[in-house]
């Protein structure tokens, strides 16, 4: 059993300032780490209330003897380092001995520990940062550390705490990361009398992550190793096509502590150039394992940077590792025909017997049957969202595109009025060439992306994506709450990490205010039931891993904000795509709607819609001029 000793105060002043207790996550951070640090091999973890009335770690390590339990709650006793040479080579995860004495001032904090040495244990009671009494007590070799009522005495912080979920959320989170980071270690988890997590501890770093993260995420995984002079790597990384759109799921650990690290994230990312899509990222779970003073862990308050004595060993290391594993794991992916065309026969039965739930509409436009939830439309109608409803036949065969707009055979509007007002208008301008009183002509597409239209004297090149996105982002914003959602016949299900697991499960009042029915399943899993119908053929899983990489990372933005990239997300996703088919009418109608909305000048994302080329310019271009 390791001696507590009080830091000199030329040594505890080399230290990086430790971060205070901020919320019960961070106080179980320390406290779990204090328990690895202590050798044990199994940890169970409880908390109430989402840690704030109530939080207990218990572990079989080696105990705190007796005469050393005071010192223990001391600011700066550590038993991890004695001199200041420790500190260039520290090979536990906490060293800095601030933790329990940091915990202990704002919280009322009872021990009961033994060593194997010991014939009757010890259980002591410190209350704000004094102590209360120091007994005797029956218990077994370990620790057991019981945290009640944190911040009690600092209502300060207290009122900055979150809802008791989100707390939870986050308790839970440090717990999943260390039964991932010590897969020899079984980690229990109980939330509110419930075991949420466990983790058989049975070395095997694969069966940690199925524990943790699900058995759909543990098997997207392929291993990887390999190493260098100074690095050695081991672990896991995602199959390319298991890519998601954000890099929450990247995890990296430094002899057994999970670090942000900046340089291993570049390696990674490297690797998958060329095998992975645009806008996607890599997921992982890889250890690296090198020297002690090859690696200075005293840099960041919570210990979760690190610096490299060289950067380019650990990039090589990573990079290297993830490439021979890309090329010896991912296998060449095979469909089976029959299946696909199996769920696309059932989607499209039931998309054409089933009319989906609909928010609001009149009873005038409830008798009318809506184009949009008819059958999914064909690849050339990438614009019908936004084309007239009349622009279709509205028979039971293939939809047909027709010559023009679809006119009643009753009445029939006059159309000599309009035409006369409209030139009109510009013949009282000082000067006005017959061409440019011609009517805007759609001449063509360029590299499948960008429409061209010659109106009048100018030249106009319209970004087909970027104007469907603005006019999709449009359209949803003013419908608000009322937007039409589609239910679905069998939920998707879409894990989480626990951050985004946290995000998403505060904010369902948000989702389903912008069209998405999401339930929480619980242990990071949550469900969509129902999707805004603009988003067909959207790839729904991924669609809702990205707004929660959103929302966890914008926590304090307002709702409105948090509404609106909502909708730009959505509507990016909705929009065709640069590349798509689009058919020859199709660029027409759309064109002439996006010339008619003299307000549609940006997509969401800030990139320009239309760009223009006068006559002159192009004459200038050949000369002429």
Request: aromatic letters at 8%; glycine letters at 6%; a negative charge.
């Amino acid at each position: 059993m390791p001696k507590i000793n009080v830091l000199p105060r030329e040594i505890y002043e080399l230290i990086a300032a430790g971060e205070v207790v901020e919320r019960p996550s961070s106080a179980v951070k320390e406290l779990l780490e204090n328990s690895v640090d202590a050798g044990a091999t199994s940890i169970t973890l409880e908390i109430q209330s989402g840690g704030i009335k109530y939080i207990r770690i218990t572990d079989n390590g080696c105990g705190i003897a007796r005469e050393d339990v005071k010192n223990a709650f001391v600011g700066h006793a550590t038993s991890k380092i004695t001199v200041s040479d420790d500190l260039d080579c520290v090979a536990t995860l906490g060293f800095r001995g601030e933790a329990l004495a940091s915990i202990a001032a704002v919280s009322r904090v009872e021990m009961f520990t033994k060593t194997a040495e010991e014939e009757v244990g010890t259980h002591c009671v410190v209350e704000g940062g004094n102590f209360i009494s120091l007994d005797d007590a029956g218990c077994p070799v370990g620790t057991t550390i019981v945290v009640r009522d944190i911040f009690y005495n600092v209502p300060a912080r207290m009122k900055f705490l979150k809802k008791d979920v989100t707390e939870a959320n986050s308790v839970a989170g440090v717990a999943d990361r260390l039964a991932v980071s010590h897969p020899h270690i079984s980690v229990r988890f109980i939330r509110d009398g419930k075991q949420t997590l466990f983790s058989s501890g049975d070395g095997k770093l694969l069966s940690a992550v199925a524990a943790v993260y699900g058995s759909d995420f543990a098997n997207s995984l392929i291993p990887a190793s390999g190493s260098n002079s100074t690095v050695k790597v081991d672990g896991f990384i995602s199959k390319p096509l298991a890519a998601r759109p954000n890099r929450n799921m990247q995890l990296f650990y430094v002899n057994g502590r999970m670090v942000r690290t900046k340089t291993a994230c570049a390696a990674l990312e490297e690797a998958y150039k060329g095998s992975i899509m645009v806008g996607k990222f890599p997921s992982c779970v890889l250890n690296l394992t090198m020297p002690y003073n090859f690696v200075d862990v005293n840099v960041h308050p919570a210990k979760t940077e690190v610096r490299f004595a060289n950067e380019k060993e650990v990039f090589n290391a990573v990079y290297y590792a993830v490439k021979n594993a890309l090329a010896e794991g991912d296998q060449r992916p095979v469909q089976d025909a029959s299946k696909i065309i199996e769920q696309r026969v059932v989607k499209q039965y039931f998309a054409a017997v089933e009319k989906p739930k609909q928010l609001s509409f009149t009873q005038a436009e409830e008798a009318k049957p809506q184009a949009v939830y008819t059958r999914p439309e064909p690849a050339r109608t990438a614009f019908a969202v936004e084309a007239p409803k009349s622009t279709y036949a509205a028979d039971d065969g293939e939809p047909e595109l027709l010559s023009g707009f679809a006119v009643p055979p009753v009445k029939k509007p006059e159309p000599a009025p309009q035409p006369v007002i409209a030139e009109e208008k510009p013949a009282e301008k000082v000067t006005v060439t017959e061409e440019e009183q011609v009517e805007p002509k759609v001449i063509g597409e360029l590299f499948k992306t960008y429409i061209l239209v010659e109106n009048g004297s100018e030249l106009l090149l319209i970004d087909k994506h970027a104007a469907h996105e603005r006019l999709i982002y449009e359209q949803l914003k003013q419908e608000n709450k009322d937007i039409a959602s589609q239910i679905l016949l069998a939920p998707v299900t879409v894990t989480l990490s626990r951050e985004e697991y946290s995000a998403v499960t505060s904010n369902l009042d948000l989702l389903s205010q912008a069209g998405f029915a999401v339930e929480d399943f619980g242990d990071g899993t949550v469900l969509i039931h129902e999707y805004p119908c603009i988003l067909e053929n959207t790839d729904l899983a991924a669609q809702l891993t990205e707004m929660a990489g959103y929302l966890a990372k914008n926590i304090k933005e307002i709702t409105t904000e948090k509404l609106d990239w909502i909708f730009h997300s959505a509507a990016c996703r909705a929009a065709v795509k640069a590349g798509d088919f689009t058919g020859e009418y199709e660029l027409k109608v759309f064109a002439k709607r996006v010339l008619a909305t003299p307000s549609l000048r940006y997509c969401p994302h800030g990139r320009p819609v239309i760009a223009k080329l006068t006559k002159r310019d192009v004459e200038r271009l050949f000369g002429r001029v």
